[in-house]
C-alpha cells in the first residue's frame, strides 16, 4: 500500500454506519456495539491515537461532528432521508455514505487516516472502497454474523437475508484483519466465511470497571422501590426474538407454578426497547407476561445510562442472558462487574463472557423449564448466590476496555507493518 509509510498509527477512521456510538444503548439498533465503538475510541485516544467515528446522520439538527472525548470526534455523514430507514433499507445508501466519507477526508492533508476500522458488515462494505481510494488497511469487526444467526435463530423469527451474507463474504476477503471477540468467533470466521486464520485477531471487549461496580443491593432497591426481600430476575437488552426475553417471562411463570409462595416475593425487571423483527416489544411482552399470569410480577424500564443501569444489576439477585446468538455479551460482564451472578444461554461468547458454575450456570438450549430449573435452585440457595457472585467482580476484571484498545493497538501495528513489508517487497521487484 503506497500511502502507509509508518507503522504505529496516528489516526483512525471508524466506521460504524447503520448506528451512532452517541445513541443510547438497549434500544432501535443501538446495542453493544455502540458501547464497544465509543469506548474503544476512547482509550485509543488516551494511548495518543486520534479516532474520527463516521456514522449516517440521522437528523437535521445533528452537528457536522460531536467531540465526545479528547481525540473522538464523531461524524455526521449524509446518506439517505434523515429518519424511516431500516437497516434493512441501508446498502442502497452505502454509496452516498461512502462519497460524503471520501468527501470529508478530501478536506484534510493526503494520508490523513493510517487505519480504517469498520464495524458490522454495512460498514465492511464502504470500508472495502476506503481501504482502495486511500491505501491504508481495512481491519473489521462483524460483530455479529449472518449465518451463524440463522443457524441458531428463534423459531418465527426472520432469517438474514442473502444479500447480507454475500456482503459478509466480501468483506471477510477483503479486510487486511478480521477482529473477533472469541476464538469461538475467530472459528466461525475462518470456517463459515473461508478466513484466512493469520487474519483473524481475537480480541475480547471489555466492560467499564468504574460505573459497574459493586454496591448495596438493600440501597440500589431502595431507589428503585423493590422491596428488600424480593427474589429479582433482570433482563437487559434489546426486545427481539434474538435476544429472547420472551424465555425469561416464561421460565418465570414455569418458577411461580412449581413454588406458588415464590409468587409474593418474585419480581422480574426486563430493562429494553423494541429493536429488528421484534414480534416482542414491550407491549407484546406486557401481553405475553398476562397470558402467563404473571402480569403483576414483571416490571418494565426503558433503556436507561450506565449509572442507573449499575443499580438495576445491583439489584438483581441473577441477571439472565437467554439469547439464541451473542457475539460476546457484554450484558453478561456488566453484571458480573456488580457482582450478579449470570444464568446464561452457551452460545457465542457467553461461555467467554461467564465462567460456568463459577460466576453463573450456562444452559443448553432455550427450553423454559431448564431455565426455570436453574433459576429456582439458584433462587432457594442464596449461599450459591452468594460464593457465584463473590467470584464475579474478580472475572469482570479481566475484561477492561484499556486492555481492549492496547490489543487493537497492537493489530493496527502489525498490519500497517504488513503493509510497509508488501511494499518494500513490490519496490524491489
Not at 463516521?54 to 457536522?64: G, H, K
Not at 472525548?69 to 446498502?91: C, E, M, N, Q, S
Not at 435476544?243 to 409462595?261: G, H, I, T
Not at 463459577?358 to 439458584?378: E, I, R, S
Request: aromatic letters at 6%; a neutral charge.
Amino acid at each position: 500500500m503506497s500511502r502507509v509509510t509508518r507503522i504505529s498509527p496516528h489516526r483512525v477512521a471508524t466506521l460504524s454506519v447503520h448506528t451512532s456510538p452517541l445513541e443510547q444503548p438497549g434500544g432501535g439498533d443501538a446495542g453493544g456495539m455502540n458501547v464497544y465503538v465509543l469506548e474503544v475510541a476512547k482509550h485509543l485516544a488516551e494511548l495518543g491515537v486520534e479516532v474520527d467515528i463516521f456514522t449516517r446522520r440521522t437528523s437535521a439538527e445533528l452537528p457536522r461532528e460531536v467531540e465526545v472525548a479528547p481525540g473522538v470526534l464523531v461524524r455526521h455523514v449524509t446518506a439517505g432521508p434523515y429518519r424511516g430507514l431500516a437497516k434493512d433499507d441501508l446498502p442502497a445508501q452505502l454509496r452516498a455514505f461512502a462519497e460524503g466519507l471520501l468527501r470529508a477526508e478530501a478536506q484534510r492533508e493526503p494520508g490523513w487516516y493510517d487505519v480504517v476500522h469498520s464495524h458490522y458488515w454495512l460498514s465492511g462494505q464502504v470500508g472495502r472502497l476506503t481501504r482502495e481510494r486511500w491505501s491504508v488497511p481495512l481491519v473489521h469487526s462483524a460483530h455479529t454474523l449472518a449465518k451463524v444467526k440463522n443457524a441458531q435463530r428463534a423459531a418465527g423469527d426472520r432469517p438474514e437475508p442473502k444479500q447480507r451474507i454475500l456482503g459478509e463474504e466480501q468483506v471477510v476477503g477483503s479486510s487486511d484483519r478480521l477482529i473477533a471477540s472469541t476464538d469461538a468467533e475467530a472459528g466461525d470466521l475462518i470456517n463459515l466465511y473461508n478466513a484466512e486464520p493469520e487474519r483473524v485477531a481475537v480480541v475480547p471487549p471489555g466492560v467499564d470497571l468504574e460505573r459497574f461496580r459493586l454496591g448495596s443491593a438493600s440501597a440500589a432497591r431502595t431507589r428503585l422501590g423493590i422491596p428488600p426481600d424480593a427474589a429479582v430476575l433482570l433482563f437487559v437488552g434489546r426486545i427481539q426474538p434474538l435476544k429472547a426475553p420472551d424465555v425469561l417471562l416464561r421460565a418465570a411463570a414455569q418458577l411461580v407454578a412449581d413454588d406458588p409462595e415464590l409468587r409474593e416475593r418474585l419480581v422480574v425487571c426486563v430493562v429494553g426497547a423494541p429493536s429488528g423483527t421484534g414480534f416482542v416489544g414491550p407491549r407484546g411482552l406486557r401481553t405475553l407476561a398476562d397470558h402467563l399470569g404473571i402480569g403483576d410480577l414483571v416490571r418494565f424500564f426503558a433503556p436507561m445510562p450506565a449509572d442507573r443501569l449499575a443499580e438495576m444489576y445491583q439489584a438483581a439477585d441473577v441477571t439472565v442472558v437467554p439469547s439464541y446468538s451473542e457475539s460476546f455479551g457484554l450484558v453478561a460482564l456488566e453484571s458480573q462487574a456488580c457482582g450478579t451472578p449470570v444464568v446464561a444461554a452457551a452460545v457465542g461468547g457467553l461461555p467467554t463472557a461467564v465462567a460456568d458454575g463459577t460466576t453463573g450456570v450456562l444452559v443448553d438450549g432455550h427450553d423454559p423449564a431448564q431455565y426455570a430449573k436453574v433459576l429456582g435452585d439458584l433462587l432457594r440457595q442464596p449461599a450459591r448466590r452468594e460464593w457465584l457472585g463473590a467470584a464475579c467482580r474478580g472475572h469482570a476484571e479481566r475484561f477492561s476496555w484499556r486492555s481492549t484498545a492496547q490489543r487493537l493497538l497492537g493489530t493496527y501495528r502489525d498490519v500497517l507493518a504488513d503493509a510497509v513489508l508488501l511494499d518494500a517487497g513490490r519496490a524491489a521487484l
